[in-house]
């Protein structure tokens, strides 16, 4: 595989969280000499790769032109709100052909086009557990994406997890509000069992402790067995017994619950494109 230059834009959490995962997998084809990073508060990921050899660069430097001659992919991952400020200040540097990866929530395929007129663009939709190699990640290729480039995107989304290729933007937003958000629907929920165990009397000093590690617990089941979600749930309800009683209060509220938490995610990242 030929080594290649890299560039991301805004290493934070997410930033951080891949280009943290290229490194430590010799399969990205990422090396931290031909990484270079844009953000003037990089993460803790991203502070550590600079440590380890890749570049930090100033966008506004009078020889970035010089830098960004050889960058043939880049990641975008600043806010979504920061884009209109720096997407002007590196376009016109980058290579014509260079592939643009965005994983910014509710930035539209249209204006990433308009951004980068002389690039070609992914948009894909990571999210947290990526960053454990646990994610999952959907994207979706812009006319003019080469299949070598659709396969550099899966090879260093892959870094995070699971990656499938989706043929609609609309999808990458429907995701966005399934999988890209979700992570914080499950820690919610453990932030709600915690304070509903301290409610029935368990002390606060182990209360987090057991939420955390059901939910953990129950997620690494979900992962290694071969019954579906469904079948578990059935194996942990007796008839007539303490969990039948509690899902019986829990399963009609759930499901219209998740569907407007959905639906509130999916409307806000139509509007987050609309600006
Ligand atoms: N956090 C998540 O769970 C997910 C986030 N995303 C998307 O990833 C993007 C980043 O989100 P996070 O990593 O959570 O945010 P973050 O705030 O942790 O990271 C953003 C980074 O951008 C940097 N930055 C700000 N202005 C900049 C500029 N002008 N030039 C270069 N860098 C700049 C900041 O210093 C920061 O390090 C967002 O667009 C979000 O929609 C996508 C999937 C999941
Ligand atoms: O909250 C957000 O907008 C981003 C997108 C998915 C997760 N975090």
């Known amino acids: 595989m030929t080594v290649e230059h890299y560039l991301v834009i805004g290493a934070g959490r997410m930033g951080g969280a891949l280009l943290k995962g290229w490194l430590a997998d010799p399969v990205s084809g990422v090396v931290a000499d031909r990484l270079m990073i844009i953000d003037p508060h990089p993460g803790d990921d991203a502070r550590n790769a600079i440590t380890s050899g ?8 009078s020889d970035i032109g010089k830098k960004l001659a050889k960058v043939q992919t880049i990641l975008l991952a600043i806010k979504p709100q ?14 014509q052909g260079a592939l643009v ?6 930035t539209a395929m249209d204006s990433l086009r308009r951004a980068f007129p002389n690039q070609h663009v992914i948009r894909a939709m990571p999210n947290t557990p990526a960053a454990i190699g646990a994610g999952i990640t959907a994207f979706t290729c812009d006319n003019g994406v080469s ?6 995107a899966e090879r260093l989304l892959k870094a995070g997890g699971t990656v499938h290729a989706v043929d609609s933007e609309h999808l990458i937003d429907v995701v966005t509000a ?5 992570p914080a629907y499950v820690f919610h929920m453990v932030e709600a069992l915690e304070a509903a165990a301290i409610k029935i009397g368990l002390p606060e000093t182990i209360a987090g402790d057991f939420a955390r590690q059901t939910i953990v617990g129950a997620g690494a089941l979900l992962d290694r067995s071969s019954l579906s979600a469904s079948e578990l749930r059935q194996a942990v309800t007796s008839p007539g017994g303490t969990t039948q009683a509690a899902l019986d209060v829990l399963m009609p509220e759930l499901p219209p619950i998740m569907r407007e938490t959905v639906k509130a995610a999916l409307k806000r990242a ?3 494109a609309e600006k």
Request: glycine fraction near 10%.
């Open 82 to 95: 920061g884009f209109a400020e720096i997407a002007p200040i590196i376009a016109p540097h980058l290579p």
């Open 147 to 152: 299949e070598r480039q659709q396969r550099t």
């Open 54 to 61: 890749a570049v930090h660069l100033d966008a506004t430097a």
């Open 178 to 182: 399934v999988s890209g958000s979700g």
């Open 101 to 106: 990866i965005s994983i910014l929530a509710g």
């Open 270 to 272: 139509k509007e987050l």
